[in-house]
């Protein structure tokens, strides 16, 4: 045999020369949950917390320890402030804005990303607002807009919208624009499929819809092409980063985005692809921190810049990281 594709794994600092995607550190957004409500832990995602918003500052600067250079807030919103149109996600003392600029205040270089959609804030649990049995399209990208304004004004650094409504990134742009805010970054959650993998999220945020689905904006499963005019109308209308949600069952969309748009792709690792993970782990079947360095290895090899996910603060916990590179691989080292 001529060709012998074993010589280049045949000892560990071979594999590291020759190892094509690696993982770092700052490759990880950390979400984080924040509540009015003392701390407190997430059933459904061993190992994550619903943080206090004052609580939150100490744990933040303890993934600053850790190397984490960006956070993105998402709340749990107590129902006497929830109502049908999702008022409070525009109040400047509400919830988001208030941690925003503390963390901002007190880790000013930390990198802030502030969600947009109103399903936090409503009492159908509806990322928009309804018209009849439906999201008004239209009528919900005013209030988007209105909230991203909201949460720039509070401090942040970038604003993600999750709600999938058409015209959302132009209506969010012109808005910060006008305002002042044209060096606020939009990271536009541009293929967001209507996924099975939201459900711990959903319960953790205490955010439940009544009957219903959010299959008339989140793209269909089903959907490939589909997903690229969802990035192009996204990069037209201004987006600096695209993102792709989930992660793992959609590797196929992150590198279809990653080979035809110029622009940064990120993925979200969501809330069921952590919480399968750990309730694997729990019951003994195998080992979190090994399966999440392959799987967000698999997401960065795919082709994100970035990725955002509740594995990083473990990992890093655990002192994993350096060993990303081999611990995902069988050792063969020092055979033929
Ligand atoms: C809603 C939103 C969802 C997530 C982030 N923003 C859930 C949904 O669309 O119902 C899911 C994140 C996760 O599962 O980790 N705007």
Redesign the pocket.
Known sequence: MLKRPRRNRKSEAIRSLVQETQLSVTDFVA?LFVTERPTQAIKNMPGILRHNYNDLIKHTEHLVDLGIQAVAL?PCIDSCNKDELGSYAIRPDGLIPKTISLLKKTLPSLCVIG?V????YTTH?H?GILQGLDVHNDLSVQALAKQALTLARAGADVIAP???MDGRVLAIRKILDLHGFEHVSICS?AA?Y??N??????SA?G?S?IASD?KSY?LNPANRKEALLEGELDVEEGADMLMV??ALSYLDIISDFERTFKLPICA???????AMVMASHNAGILDADHVFLESLLAIKRAGASFI?T?AAERLLENNRLERAINTAQCSVAGQL
Do not use: I, N, T
């Open positions: 979400p998402f969600d959609a109103l399903d936090p649990g990322d999750s709600d999938m959650y967001k209507a996924s993998y939201y459900a711990p999220f959903r945020l955010s819809l959010k989140q949600k989930p979200f690792h969501v809330s069921g692809e952590y955002f509740y």
